[in-house]
C-alpha cells in the first residue's frame, strides 16, 4: 500500500482529480482518499514512481 501526502487536496473536487490521475497509472489500483488527512493510498502492483509523476502532472505533488 502506497501512501500520499497531497497539501493542496482541499475539497471532494480535487480528491476525484487525484483519483483519476492515479487511475490513469493502474486502472485496477484500489484508491481510497482521506480529505482530512490530505492523504491519499493506493493498493497496486507498481511502484511509487509513475504515480508521483502523474499526481505532479495533475497539479498535486506529493510532500513526504
Known sequence: MLRFY???MTCGGCAS???KAL???DP???IET??????VMVDSTLD???FLA???SAG???KQ
Open 6 to 8: 497531497i497539501p493542496n
Open 17 to 19: 482529480s487525484v483519483t
Open 23 to 25: 487511475l490513469s497509472v
Open 28 to 30: 485496477q489500483a484500489v
Open 34 to 39: 482521506d480529505l482530512a488527512a490530505r492523504e
Open 48 to 50: 511509487e514512481t509513475p
Open 54 to 56: 502523474a499526481l505532479s
Open 60 to 62: 498535486y505533488p506529493d
